[in-house]
């Protein structure tokens, strides 16, 4: 199973966009990369995946290098309710073996 | 949420009973998860299930057991209960059939006393 690296905390403030990065080196041909969201005593909400290049949706852009050894997930000017743990998962979409594997998350703070 | 209901959403229980807890989902879906979620471990899988009566081991199944006899049940029993077991226990589903998009459940708080 590829691991992920996240930095376990960041801050910020409202209005500025944020960019939190996963590290996964041993990613496999077939693995998607995914990130979830989850404010305190609620559960993971899902944000956004992808395979390569950049994926963009409502909530947020994801970009992939070629290498696909890393990704960032981009916030797009940031308010307090941002203020959330955010997860980056990697593995294969396709089911068999992999079974979602969430670490501690990085922790964004937005400040006023 | 989306179809799944998580009971009871918050249980003290005392060493060495039996506890089950229930996760309910409406849209037949066929994967369904149980995690457990502790400060400093993040989400880590117990089991999960991928059909009626077809269930697996995740990354700290000791101590845990699951049923899944209708499509729309997933239960988690814990046999005997010990403190190293109070955690946060979140039901998940798989919108998609896929493993990477789940939806999760909004939790139960067990603690073990």
């Known amino acids: 199973l590829a691991k992920t690296t996240q930095p376990i905390s960041m801050d910020s403030y409202e209005g500025q966009e944020v960019n939190i990065t996963c590290s996964h080196n041993?990613?496999?041909?077939?693995?998607?990369i995914t990130w979830y969201q989850q404010f305190p005593s609620q559960g993971p909400r899902f944000i956004i995946q992808g395979y390569k290049t950049k994926v963009t949706n409502e909530v947020a852009s994801l970009f992939i290098p070629a290498d696909r050894k890393s990704s960032t997930l981009s916030l797009p000017r940031v308010s307090l309710s941002d203020t959330a743990v955010y997860y980056c998962?990697?593995?294969?979409?396709?089911?068999?073996?992999?079974?979602?594997?969430f670490g501690r998350g990085t922790s964004l703070i937005v400040h006023p | 949420d989306a179809g799944i209901t998580q009971s009871p959403r918050h249980k003290v229980t005392e060493t060495g009973t039996p506890v089950t807890l229930r996760c309910h989902q409406t849209?037949?879906?066929?994967?369904m998860y149980w995690y457990r979620q502790d400060p400093g471990h993040g989400l880590r899988l117990i089991h999960y299930?991928?059909?009626?009566?077809?269930?697996d081991k995740g990354e700290v199944s000791d101590g845990y057991s699951v049923s899944r006899s209708k499509t729309e049940d997933f239960l988690l029993t814990l046999e005997s209960a010990t403190s190293s077991q109070t955690s946060v226990y979140f039901c998940?589903?798989?919108?998609?059939?896929?493993?990477?998009?789940?939806?999760f459940g909004q939790g139960t708080r067990l603690t073990v006393v």
């Open positions: 998940a589903i798989s919108l998609t059939g896929t493993h990477t998009e789940a939806f």
């Open positions: 299930s991928y059909g009626v009566k077809d269930t």
């Open positions: 998962l990697v593995g294969d979409k396709t089911g068999g073996s992999y079974i979602p594997t």
């Open positions: 041993n990613i496999a041909t077939n693995d998607y």
């Open positions: 849209e037949n879906h066929r994967y």
